[in-house]
């Protein structure tokens, strides 16, 4: 989502537009490509010199074939986020609408109102608009299964399934030995050893911090090896069964 509002931004200002109007219902969208298709090159040359917006032919016709490779790939994955339910998804609904509306601020400047353009860095435009089509696609391998809110919350974190699965078995072969650790340590009086009371913190905090983040929140784990992660958690075991041995027995100062 946030790639997507700032490549939105950057279009914005390469634009020198205000775009607006961001809950309309994305699916009249369809109708917009075929408009530009439909526009011949000799019609929007018409269109530029009545414009206010000086865009010269060969401009206009590099922005419309962009502004169609755009379109159509939003007409291809709206349906299918559709047809998934993920129109229930507030960030996905979010991230469709923005894109929607900005292929609409398109759809009226190439067939009503060039001017709409006037300030825009014509060369830069088709570049900038055709940036907008890897987030269409990051949204169409998100929307390609069925929703759920454990599957939205993944989209965001830019985690896959397999890798969640792998860092929950990974977490839950850790817990319970943590778990173990920790009640040893307790019943034996190991918390008031500061070495043992702090290698326990750091352990648990680790624990709790990933258990929120798989239960609650994935994007804490944003930027993160999701490949090494687990690998890395299951280090702990050596030193927890070290742990363990250690507060087996009471503790004396």
């Known amino acids: 989502m946030k790639k997507l509002l700032a490549l939105l931004l950057a279009l914005v200002m390469v634009m020198s537009l205000a775009a607006c109007g961001g809950g309309e219902d994305t699916s009249d969208t369809g109708d917009t490509t075929d408009a530009a298709t439909d526009t011949t090159t000799d019609d929007r040359a018409d269109m530029a010199d009545t414009g ?10 590099a922005l419309a074939e962009a502004y169609n490779e755009v379109a159509t790939a939003y007409n291809e994955v709206y349906p299918v986020a559709e047809a998934n339910g993920w129109l229930a998804d507030e960030t996905t609904a979010a991230e469709l609408g923005d894109i929607s509306t900005m292929i609409d601020t398109f759809t009226t400047a190439l067939t009503e109102d060039p001017s709409l353009l006037d300030g825009s860095d014509f060369d830069a435009l088709p570049g900038a608009l055709r940036e907008l089509l890897p987030a269409i696609e990051e949204i169409a391998a998100r929307v390609s299964t069925p929703y759920s809110a454990e599957t939205a919350a993944i989209g965001d974190a830019e985690i896959t399934q ?43 905090g680790t624990l709790s911090f990933i258990g929120t983040a798989m239960t609650e929140d994935l994007t804490m784990l944003d930027g993160s090896d999701f490949d090494a992660l687990p690998g890395a958690l299951l280090e702990f075991v050596p030193a927890l069964e070290d742990l363990i041995e250690r507060v087996s027995v009471p503790y004396a100062a």
Do not use: F, K
């Not at 206010?52 to 016709?61: G, K, V």
């Open 52 to 61: 206010d917006a000086e865009i010269s032919d060969e401009q206009l016709t």
């Open 162 to 204: 397999e890798q969640l699965t792998v860092l929950a078995e990974a977490y839950n072969q850790v817990a319970p030995v943590y778990n173990e650790a920790y009640d040893l340590a307790e019943a034996n009086g190991w918390l008031a050893d500061v070495t043992t009371a702090a290698e326990l913190d750091a352990v648990g």
